[in-house]
Structures are given as C-alpha cells and as structure tokens.
C-alpha cells in the first residue's frame, strides 16, 4: 500500500458499548476512554446523544462529556441524530459531533424512525448549526454495503449520500458496513463509485468484521489510498438496529495488522491489549480480538 500512516477513530466506547446488554457505568465508560488515550489513539468517539429511550446503553452522554478529561490534541467526538441531541451535546464542552443517515430506507427508517430524506434534512440542520457554533462535522453512511432490510444497496445511492454530507459541511465522511457482509471485491465497486465525488483523504472505513471480512476489505480500502479508519477495542460492538451484526473491525487487530505493513499509527499494541481486556473483564466476555486473543494467551 502507498499509505504510509493511517488515523485509527476509534468508535468502542460508542458503537461498541451502544450494542451491549448490560449498562455500562460512566466510570468504566471514563476509564475505557482513558486507557484507549493512553494507548495513543487520537480520535476517541466517546458518547452518542440520541434518544435514551431507544438506546438507553448511551443515556449518560453529558456525564460522560463534562467528567472526562481532555488530553491534549485528542479529538472526543459524538453522535448526535438531531437537533434535540446537538442541543444537550453543546453544554457538554464538544468539538466534534458526528451525522448518520442511513445508506437504505429499510435502515431509516428502523435506526431513525424516518425516511432517508427527512434524515438527511435533519441532519442537514445539526450539521449547518454545529458550523455556525464552529464545531467539526463528520458524516457516516450506515449499510454502504448491503442493508438487514433491503438487501444490496447501489454504490450510485451512497455517493449521492455522501456528496450531500459534504455539502452540509463534513469535512469527512465514514463509509459504514453496518452489518459486515462487504467483501473486497464490493468494497471496490463501492470506492470506484464514491471517489467520483470524493478524494480519498475525505475519507473513512467503518468495517464491522460479521463476516470476518474487515481486514480483507480494509486493505482494499487502503489500496485506494484511504487513511481514516474506524475500529473498536476488542472488537467490540454492533447496532442495536442491525440484526445480527457484530463488532466493528477490533483495535488491536487493526494496529497489528497496519504494523505488518509498515504502517505508522503511533499506537502502544500492549497497552491498547490492555484496555481491551479491561472492558472484556467488565464485560465478563472473552474478547472478540484476536490479535488480543493471541497476546494474552503468552
Ligand atoms: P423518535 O421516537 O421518532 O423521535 O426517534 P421523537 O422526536 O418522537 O422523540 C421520542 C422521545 O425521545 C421524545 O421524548 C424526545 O424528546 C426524545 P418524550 O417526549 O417521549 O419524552 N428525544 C431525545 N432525547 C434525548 N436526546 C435526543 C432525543 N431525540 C428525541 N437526541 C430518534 C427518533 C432519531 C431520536 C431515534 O430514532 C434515535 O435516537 N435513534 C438513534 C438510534 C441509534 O443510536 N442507533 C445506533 C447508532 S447508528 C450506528 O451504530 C451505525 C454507525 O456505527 C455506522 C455504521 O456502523 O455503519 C454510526
Ligand atoms: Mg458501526
């Protein structure tokens, strides 16, 4: 690959403690947090502020954002569906919030409650707010690669998805395979099509690993010179509106793997094992990591 340093955006405290049954504390939630930041990771998204009564795993949002303490030069991020959500975010001491319309209808409408369109709309209205307040604005595209609903999703309807993110003032947009049943050879259908309204430093890779394809899709993602990409310590994770889907592409794995490469990404492999068998243990599961799997077991 021609990549030479990759950002890891690491989305476990978010995607992946939104998916678990259990509430997880905010003390632990702080912790985990902490632990992935002293690793090295960079980009921590650290809360959602969606409605408690669909995902009551993140209702503690504002607690988490106005305890935790900011490192310096490390991004803490938050997913915000609406207006309602930016409007709590903002009084929590936020830089970043993250946008999530759906790559599909069927998604929409179970993740959102609405369609594609009335999504994008409100989103359009937390994105333009959040430049005003002069915060940053990522986007993701959910089910970029097949949807639990519908099925295939053309690469045609995502591009169009993303041009309208970056309109609204992303200044990033992460392509999401929610439910993980991307291969490589979608994976590039899909970037063929998005790099006609995107450059590849624009971009990001959210890989759930379902199917045990991250990694496979990852390097055909980085072919493409793509150098954003998402994953989850310990693997972690999964959508409480996606049926069957697991965790994202795991941490550890990804920081092994972009080291086989020659790959900088600054992050300590052992501490971030660490982190990851901490919030395994709270969990009382083993780790969806192999990588931490295989370390541990020394
Ligand atoms: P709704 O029920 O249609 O909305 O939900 P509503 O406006 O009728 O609100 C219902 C109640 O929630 C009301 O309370 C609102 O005030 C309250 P009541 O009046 O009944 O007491 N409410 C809120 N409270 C706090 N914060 C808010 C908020 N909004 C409404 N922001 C809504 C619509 C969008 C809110 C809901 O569907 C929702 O919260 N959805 C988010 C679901 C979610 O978090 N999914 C997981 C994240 S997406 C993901 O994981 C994919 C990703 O990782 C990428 C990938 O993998 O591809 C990003
Ligand atoms: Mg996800």
Excluded at 240 to 255: I, Q
């Amino acid at each position: 690959t021609s990549v030479a340093q990759v950002r890891i955006y690491e989305v476990g405290p978010r995607d992946g403690l939104q998916n678990e049954a259990k509430f997880v504390p905010t003390e632990i939630k702080m912790e985990l947090i902490k632990k992935l930041v002293s690793a090295g990771i960079k980009d921590v998204e650290s809360a959602s502020f969606v409605s408690p009564k669909w995902v009551k795993q993140m209702s503690d949002g504002a607690e988490v954002m106005k305890k935790i303490p900011r490192a310096p030069g490390v991004n803490y991020p938050v997913l915000v569906p609406n207006l309602k959500g930016y409007g709590i975010a903002k009084q929590c001491n936020i830089e970043e919030v993250a946008i999530f319309p759906a790559g599909s209808e069927g998604f929409s409408q179970k993740n959102l409650n609405c369609s594609v369109q009335e999504g994008l709309r409100r989103f359009k209205d937390v994105a333009e707010q959040a430049v005003r307040d002069g915060l940053r604005v990522r986007g993701y595209v959910s089910c970029v690669l097949g949807c639990p609903y519908d099925g295939p999703i053309h690469p045609k309807a995502i591009a169009k998805i993303t041009e309208e993110l970056f309109a609204m003032g992303c200044y990033e947009v992460s392509l999401g395979d929610t439910i993980g049943v991307g291969t490589a050879g979608s994976v590039r259908k899909l970037l063929n099509e998005i790099l006609t309204v995107a450059k590849p430093e624009q971009l990001a890779l959210h890989f759930h690993d379902t199917y045990g394809q991250g990694l496979s899709n990852l390097l055909a993602g980085l072919e493409y010179g793509i150098k954003t990409v998402d994953s989850s310590i310990s693997g972690l994770g999964g959508c409480p509106y996606a049926r069957g889907a697991s965790g994202n592409l795991a941490t550890e794995d990804l920081v092994y793997f972009l080291y086989g490469l020659g790959v900088n990404t600054d992050i300590d492999l052992v501490k971030l094992v660490e982190a990851g068998r901490y919030i395994s243990n709270f969990l009382g599961k083993p780790t969806d990591s192999r990588v931490n799997r295989a370390l541990s077991d020394k």
